[in-house]
């Protein structure tokens, strides 16, 4: 008898132990095909991989729409439920253009995007699939793109080191040439008019670009006293941005009135290779949203609004094996959209974001 309830103990200690260590896994974010979670929609468009994603609607149906450079195409996800989906490409008329960055024009039922291998911009007419094009006129090849809420179109240009402005009422481009050297403006960010954000990984800078003076102010993106590193992203919130910085592995939050000029929050795990960040906040609660490219999982950093205080994490592996996350977008009902690159697919990560399991209580009588 002895022998037996020792038997059942240990039994049920090796179950427990098991059942733990399943647990913790999950939450750590293992790659998982969970209905509810996550949700891979493949792109079966040859070389489809996508590389930055946007939100028209959220649905249902979601509409969703991305870049694939090698396809030479924007694509649109219509997604009604797990099995219900199709994927519309909207190829470019001319061969290895690139579509790149891109931006859902609301007012006027357009998807911008940029070209990386032409100096061109364009857009997607929603309602009609056409795509209209116009060349920049300094030559220079655009990166990413953002709107204002005033309409006017903003773009990066790396290898030009130009900010630049496109105004589709008179399809004007002005340039502002960036104030240092090779600071290759790349990420952008806009929450109002009066200013745009961008990084500088070139010089380890994100700045401010003023519109009312069309002058830069740059920002080294390290702590106080410390050797600046190169950001990948940077995210407007009001007029306080949000940076990414990948060598250090953390998110900074900046604090203009202070010396350290960063409040720094460090992720979870290592080596992630941060390079998007999308954000979401309702009464006593920031999700900062992100990617990490190198290991294949997405994530969000929880903050209470008020003293930005991190009240928890929860990350997620992607359902492949060789899944590679590059941009992050969350629609208004909650639901994260995210590109991967790797898998060729557009993956949705829903709430309640992470799988939590209660072991019961087991007594003895």
Known sequence: ???????????????CLSLTTWILAEEDGLPSETVG?????????????????????????????????GANAVGRLVVTDAT??????????TPNSQPYDLVYDATNGRIW???RARPYIGYVTIATGTIVEYEIENGGLPHSIAQSPNGLIWFTQPEANNLVRFDPGSQLFTAYPYTSANGAPTKISIANNASVWITAPGTNHMAEFETATEQFVRIPVADFGSSPVPPSDVLAQG??????????NRIGRFLPETLAFFRWFDLPAADTGINSL??????????????????????????????????????????????QPVDIVVDSSGTAWIADKGAQSIVSWSAPY???VYLPLIEKH
């Open 113 to 115: 995007f940029t070209e």
């Open 84 to 93: 219900n989906f199709t994927v519309t490409p909207y190829f470019l008329s």
């Open 37 to 69: 979670f996550v949700t891979e929609f493949p792109i079966s468009t040859p070389n489809g991989a996508p590389q930055n994603v946007t939100v028209q609607t959220a649905g249902p149906p979601a509409h969703i729409w991305f870049t694939m450079p």
């Open 1 to 15: 008898m002895q022998k037996t309830r020792r038997l059942f103990i240990a039994t049920i200690i090796l179950l």
């Open 354 to 356: 992470n799988l939590g």
């Open 239 to 248: 007029n306080i941005p949000w940076i990414a910085n990948p060598v250090q």
């Open 278 to 323: 999308f954000l979401t906040q309702s009464s006593n609660l920031i999700r900062l949203w992100y990617t990490e490219p190198n290991n294949g999982r997405v994530g969000q950093m929880m903050l209470e609004s008020t003293n930005l205080d991190v009240v928890g994490n929860a990350r997620h592996g992607l359902p492949s094996t060789n899944s």
